[in-house]
């Protein structure tokens, strides 16, 4: 389904019905900056606001998921077609970028009661052995991974808002929306593999002392 699209015919269904975005906002339980994006086709309504909007419309869920193509689909298959759109971009990536930074600081904690004081932090293969080649105080260890974690969660949020991104996946969605969903989706592995180097970090700390 393409963004700018679907906008243009839920700005037309809105003033056949004889409403504000104001008011369609007030009946969806949403603002009306929400409605004003979905008509600019700048973002799609959450999957639990298509059924609402629609009856706000005297719509099917067929028409309003189609633009009122008449295609003959039913209901169920626009739902499908729409959730399996927006399912990568569903997931609350900036609750995973805080549960990779809490998990990093609850490892740290593990590592203070079961690791020595100094800890191998750096290893090399000799001999079919792996010996270590750098070792710190756990307790310095630690903060640096947390350090990591921390700075890696904030370099993930401001790209999640940043103006750059914003714009190009802007234009993503309009002129690519089958690609936009999964383009998101390689933006924000690539965010959470940066997140998760200090948590392996750790997890090589509890592994190899």
């Not at 906002?25 to 979905?38: C, F, G, I, P």
């Not at 903060?143 to 974690?149: A, D, E, F, Q, V």
């Amino acid at each position: 389904m393409d963004a700018k699209a679907f906008g243009t015919f839920l700005a037309e269904a809105r003033k056949a019905k004889g409403l504000t975005q104001s008011a369609l906002a007030e009946q969806l339980h949403v603002t009306d900056k929400a409605v004003s994006r979905w008509e600019r086709g700048l973002g799609f309504p959450d999957i639990n606001t298509l059924e609402p909007l629609a009856d706000a419309l005297g719509l099917t869920l067929s028409q309003l998921m189609h633009a009122d193509r008449g295609d003959g689909q039913s209901a169920e298959q626009s739902l499908e077609d729409f959730f399996s759109l927006l399912a990568p971009s569903r997931i609350q990536w900036m609750s995973v970028f805080d549960a990779i930074f809490w998990l990093t600081v609850g490892l740290a904690i593990w590592i203070q009661f079961t690791c020595p004081w100094m800890v191998a932090v750096q290893w090399h293969p000799e001999s079919g052995i792996i010996t270590p080649t750098l070792t710190m105080p756990k307790p310095v260890a630690c903060l640096i991974c947390i350090g990591l974690s921390a700075f890696g969660t904030l370099i993930c949020k401001s790209a999640e808002h940043g103006f750059f991104r914003h714009s190009f996946f802007v234009w993503e969605k309009a002129f690519h929306p089958r690609l936009f969903p999964w383009l998101e989706l390689a933006f924000h592995l690539i965010y959470t593999w940066l997140s998760l180097v200090p948590l392996f970090g750790e997890s090589m700390i509890l592994l190899f002392n």
